[in-house]
């Protein structure tokens, strides 16, 4: 069985609302869906799913747990993570709760996508599953242009560990990818843990646990993988992220010079944003439209109204340039 998976907890309830309605307006009830919980803070989800036949709040602990002790077991053995974290959170593990999409290896479907909490579908996804024909892990984004956010590049074992071909082509970003139901067995997890342990560790980027660990794991395994960025003709590919200022939107669809997009990132912008937007703040962002959109499209009068000038989230130039400084994300051309 075919299906998606996101993460969320309440936190993110704004932006995952957005997410099942962009699903469903591609497809209907017609693909299960089912969401990953980051932590116990899922009190609104609970309720709103529960209206939502075809969704699903995983609620494995067994395979919860295993993933959270995986993850800790790796940032354990790591030489300056927790020292860095220290610096930014009170917390002893940073953005503890991300690496739980992982436990969609251990989920209800066979093949699935999945997508981050912050985007919204645009396509159907029948080309996304084609492809894991002949493909274990699919992915379609341009983070390959920026190492930095993926791994450390000041480690001297980073090129040792994968060579530079690989690491100029395979890296992704975690927020969307295709993949397989149990495409990591225990055995194979265990032997990942024990080359971390050896020293490989180092080569993690702490700042983006989750993103740095799926790509070591994907990368170290040697699983095949295929980056539709880099691999579908220049008549085909779009971008995808929100820094992206050309798209032009159609009936409630993104499209990239006349080219429909798969899916549209609101990275980098936070979801208290959202939240104070779905509040009745009058704040502007790329995209706002399409958003709000998707979050009322059941619910229309429900939907703020803003009659007044809106105030901008932040000069475009200044925006972009802070997400990229922190996320290492490029803008697409």
Same mark, same amino acid.
């Given at each position: 069985m075919d299906g998606i998976c996101t993460l969320a907890n309440d936190r993110v309830y704004d932006q995952l609302i957005a997410l099942l309605n962009s699903i469903e307006a591609i497809y209907g009830q017609q693909i299960p869906v089912c969401i990953y919980p980051y932590d116990d803070n899922i009190t609104q989800i609970q309720t709103e799913i529960s209206r939502r036949p075809h969704v699903q709040l995983y609620d494995n602990q067994k395979s919860i747990q295993a993933w959270d002790n995986f993850a800790r077991q790796i940032w354990d053995a790591h030489p300056t993570a927790k020292k860095s974290w220290q610096k930014i959170s009170r917390e002893q593990y940073?953005?503890?709760?991300?690496?739980?999409?992982?436990?969609?290896?251990?989920?209800?479907? /066979?093949?699935?996508?999945?997508? /981050?909490? %912050?985007?919204?579908?645009?396509?159907?996804?029948?080309?996304?599953?084609?492809?894991?024909e002949c493909n274990d892990w699919v992915v379609y984004d341009f983070q390959f242009k920026d190492l930095s956010h993926v791994y450390n590049i000041s480690s001297p074992k980073l090129t040792k560990?994968?060579?530079?071909?690989?690491?100029?082509?395979?890296?992704?970003?975690?927020?969307? #990818?295709?993949? *397989? *139901?149990?495409?990591?067995? +225990?055995?194979?997890?265990?032997?990942l843990l024990e080359n971390l342990r050896q020293g490989e560790v180092e080569i993690l980027y702490e700042m983006?646990? %989750?993103?740095?660990?799926? &790509?070591?794991?994907?990368?170290?395994?040697?699983?095949?993988?295929?980056?539709?960025?880099? #691999?579908?003709?220049? &008549?085909? +590919?779009?971008?995808?992220?929100?820094?992206?200022?050309?798209?032009?939107?159609? %009936?409630?669809?993104? #499209?990239? &010079?006349? *080219?429909?997009?798969?899916?549209?990132h609101y990275i980098g912008l936070s979801s208290q944003l959202f939240s104070q937007v779905c509040n009745g703040k009058n704040i502007d962002f790329p995209y706002r439209e399409i958003f709000l959109h998707y979050r009322y499209l059941h619910e229309p009068n429900k939907r703020p109204q803003f009659p007044n000038k809106s105030k901008a989230y932040k000069t475009l130039e200044n925006w972009a340039t802070r997400i990229l400084k922190k996320l290492g994300v490029m803008v697409e051309v």
């Open positions: 940073y953005r503890f709760g991300t690496h739980r999409r992982y436990c969609a290896f251990d989920g209800p479907f /066979d093949r699935f996508v999945y997508m /981050d909490a %912050d985007t919204l579908l645009m396509s159907p996804l029948e080309s996304i599953f084609t492809l894991l560990i994968f060579p530079l071909s690989r690491l100029q082509t395979e890296i992704f970003c975690s927020g969307f #990818y295709a993949t *397989k *139901k149990n495409i990591f067995t +225990v055995q194979q997890r265990e032997w983006a646990p %989750d993103q740095t660990i799926l &790509n070591y794991m994907v990368m170290r395994a040697e699983i095949c993988s295929y980056n539709c960025a880099l #691999y579908f003709p220049e &008549n085909v +590919v779009t971008g995808c992220c929100v820094t992206s200022t050309h798209f032009q939107a159609r %009936d409630s669809i993104l #499209y990239d &010079n006349n *080219k429909r997009l798969t899916y549209i």
